[in-house]
């Protein structure tokens, strides 16, 4: 409640008619207190002529009893040096003064009656009795000037004057009191305003981000939508089987860059699927300079440099690709005249409460950039590219990947000289799986037919799928949904595998499938397949192998034929 | 009111006599006996008796043994007067022994008449009766005795004295001596 009190107590004074009323107020209440003060003085001074009085009668009840004026005289003048009193008698039982003075203009009365005490405006009269043991032996007169009313009020003024200026010092107090909270208002809503101003731009900046992203995704979408659907269009006017072969390649590297597109767009979103497995970095060089191949321009050579006894790490391959690529991307927009792509990789052993980690570096010979552009190149949406040139997720990917594998990522950078980009990935316990043989069907070597039954809604999906079954050597079953596939399998469908969409419509999901299919037949292999789904991780979690949309022939291949080797 | 008149009343013949006294410069023989007999009256209220020494329903009594010098004045002196709420009354005695002794509460001795001054005296000796001499007419051993100092009455006291029998005398009065005996 103090701070509402404080409160009230600011209202009051922060209007200014407001302290000259309290200041007003002030005075009067010190004008009442001078006048009671007074009072109480006056009464305190009557009291202090009654003690008085009292002692004088007790001094001289003995004088007076037995006749002595000298002694009386004695004990009367005493008082003479009281500046306070300026007449004191003694007077005898009949009133006739007995002994006293008067050192001022009026003298003693010559008889003393005993009354009460009397004031006016320039004196004190007191009478007492003299009384020794019940015995009234006389009486005593004392007379005490009052201090003329200019005396007493000049003894105010001091304090008067310190009054009224405390008053006005109240009233100048409020009123620049007023006036600072009355700026204070006016910048408290000048900052609301500002605050809102900047909300505003920021809402701006983020449309425009927007803006530039979809931009951007749109044009890379147009690009290899042109390029794949001209080339089917082409593929359908020739028979040159040369040509032919030339249109597919173009068509597939255009699906492969919207496939990867997407996967960076997962990535930036944290939904992509991760797969985590042991690998040696070693192994995936012939991989690397493939892709790398496609994706870079005929005037950039990419160097690439591991040693043999690099030690495993742990990542999701596509992912590592994708980074990988899309630090070299960045290698070559930053040498516009071509040059060399250097890609190495190193142990780096635990020091500073750093585990055991793998640098992998990919070094250009480009431009380079200064270190304010260092701290920003991270952030979702920043390219230095021009629209339609670059999305502004390749390098925000990176920094995604390496803190999702518990890693690191670094930029060195030199103006004119070229850029480093360090990929510090945690070094792996796990001893990554042999090499599987690729992608042959066991069940050719055993002379007989495997049969997949394949759920999965999407025709168009089904439809390629089926056919790269057959083309493995699989005989196919498909069905539209889980219920289906569930009844073939209750039926007793000889399947030797299942493969299973994620997504589907009906009740049943795919990962609900393959724990039913689970139960049913224990030794039954379960494959799924997703593009993207939040039960991905689920999946995970349960042991279920999962093939990433997109996928190829050679991933379907080894991964069905792994789980047939393993049932057997 | 009427006690306050009849006090005031009586306190104006007395003090007339007292200031009668004072106006002269040798103040005659009866001018004299006068104030020793006021004074005789005022001796009480400065006076602290020990309990019971002043009979609950009774008077305070001025015994005067011997010659009475003082006549009606001292019955003058003493009317109205009081010693702690007693009234004050006046006896005469020839002789006394120690129990009329002890029926006075002041004793004054005048020249011996059936009993010599140290008899009287001793017959008051040990008890707490204020005893008082006229040493300025020859007779002396009070515990208050009147002498005449720069042609005025006034006395000696005997602290010892007062002390032996019990009676506590005020320091007012002490002040006003002219010499006190300790």
Redesign the interface.
Known sequence: MPLTRLSLARGIVARPGAAIVLALALLAASVVLAFHNEQVSRQEDVQQLIVQSRILG??V???L?????A?AQEYVDALRANPEIDAAGVY???G?RFAGFSTADAPLPAINRITKPREDASEIEITAPVV??????GSVYLRAPIEPWTRRLSRYVGIGIIVVMAAMLIAGLGSSYAAASEANRRIKAEMEARQAAEDALRQSRKMEAMGQLTGGVAHDFNNLLMAASSGLELLDRTNDPKRRERLRQGIREALDRGAKLTQQLLTFARRSPVNPEAIYLGKRIATLRDLLDRSLREDITVAIDFPSDLWPVKVDVAQFEVAVLNIAVNARDAMPNGGIIAITARNVPASDGEPDRVELSVRDEGTGMPPELIEKVFEPFFTTKGVGHGTGLGLSQVYGFARGTGGTVRIDSIEGEGTVVSLLLPRSLEAPPRAAELSENPCIAEDRTCLVLLAEDDAQVADIVVQMLVELGYEVRHVDDAEAALELIDNGLPADVLLSDMVMPGEMGGLDLARAARRRRPELPVLLMTGYSATASAAAEEDIPLLTKPFGIEALGSELSRLIDMKE | MSVLTRLSALAFAVVAVVSAAAAAKAPGSSLEFAVKASYLTKFGPFIHWPPGAIPDDGPARICVVGADPFGAMIDIAARGQQIDGHPLSVARMDAVDAKSAASCQIMFVGKPMAQSTADTLHAAAGLPVLTVTDRSRGVVGGIIEFVISDGRVRFDIDQAGADADGLQISAKLLALAVEVRR
């Open positions: 007790g001094s009840a003995a004088a009893a037995f006749d002595d004026r002694t005898a039982l009949d006739h020794q043991n019940g015995t009234v032996l």
